[in-house]
């Protein structure tokens, strides 16, 4: 699954653009690694999300293609705020 499609169905960004913009700008990186928004997640992988003045680093645990709000948390764990 591609980052902004996992970050928006995780709910961790409001809109699948916002999170292609985030991730094309440099805020998102994927095990370490600057990640573009079509970078290919896979269960395991590490992501930090960097917006405002602070950064979010979270485990992606699930690949859902459709997560009704109740199953968008169960995806990711978050491991820093």
Known sequence: MRVDKFLKNARLIKRRTVGKAA???GRITV???EA???TQL???DILTIAYGGGKQTVE???LLEH???EKAETMYRLMSD
């Open 31 to 33: 095990n370490g690694k």
């Open 60 to 62: 992606v645990l699930s």
């Open 23 to 25: 991730a094309d700008s």
């Open 67 to 69: 997560a009704p709000k």
């Open 36 to 38: 573009k928004a079509g």
């Open 42 to 44: 896979k269960v395991g």
